[in-house]
């Protein structure tokens, strides 16, 4: 199946700063990436759509300014989480789909945030 | 939108059980998937199974679109089964949504 590649695996910051996690495509193009939350012991929760070349839509309740997106080519998105705080600790993981096939889904293998 | 649901929420086998996982979904759907999250977070894609039967070793899935459920058949349990396992449904939209999970517990 297709790859997706997550970078990094986890990372731990300090409060107020930003960190920025990347979602890649490896051998495949995406037009569409998506981004997702999951907290512990709870079911991943969509966050935002990442579009290729256009700006990225959110979910109700999801702070567009506190969680940037940007998908500058067909292979690679990046969320920056901003002025990260402690309650922004989670697991956040990427997914995408083959831009002509547009079957299942294929996802990155997350990245543990730790905000201190 | 969609709503996913998944049941049981927790089950515990003995070694060697058989089990049946069940995932509904209020609404239309473009596919669906079943995924084995392991304990570092990692989605292990199971099944790519927008209808029909698919069956991979011990493993097998069943969708009946019409019907709006899927089925995910778990024989010969191991240890290694233990984990939580997701459905996911992608909407008209392309969004993937996921259900609540199940954990499963597989004892020796």
């Known amino acids: 199946g297709a790859v997706v590649s997550q970078h990094p695996s986890w990372v731990i910051c300090k409060s107020g700063t930003s960190v920025k996690i990347e979602c890649r495509s490896l051998d495949f193009q995406a037009t569409t990436m998506f981004w997702y939350r999951q907290f512990p012991k709870q079911s991943l929760m969509l966050m935002a759509t990442s579009n290729e070349g256009s700006k990225a839509t959110y979910e109700q309740g999801v702070e567009k300014d506190k969680f940037l997106i940007n998908h500058a080519s067909l292979t690679l998105s990046t969320l920056t989480v901003t002025s990260a705080h402690p309650e922004d600790s989670s697991f956040y993981i990427c997914s995408a789909s083959h831009q002509i096939m547009n079957t299942e889904a294929f996802f990155g293998q997350g990245t543990r945030l730790t905000v201190v | ?108």
């Not at chain 2, 084995?36 to 199974?49: D, V």
């Not at chain 2, 349990?77 to 499963?104: E, N, R």
Request: proline share 6%.
């Open chain 2, 1 to 108: 939108g969609i709503q996913v649901e998944q049941s049981p929420p927790d089950l515990i086998l003995q070694e060697g059980a058989n089990s049946t996982l069940r995932c509904n979904f209020s609404d239309s759907v473009n596919n669906l998937q079943w995924f084995h999250q392991n304990p570092w977070g990692q989605l292990i894609n199971l099944f790519y199974i927008p209808s029909g039967t698919k069956q991979n070793g011990r493993l097998s899935a069943t969708t009946v679109a019409t019907e709006r459920y899927s089925l995910l058949y778990i024989s010969s349990s191991q240890t290694t089964d233990s984990g939580v396992y997701f459905c996911a449904v992608k909407t008209s939209y392309d969004k993937v949504i996921f259900g609540p999970g199940t954990s499963l517990s597989v004892i020796p």
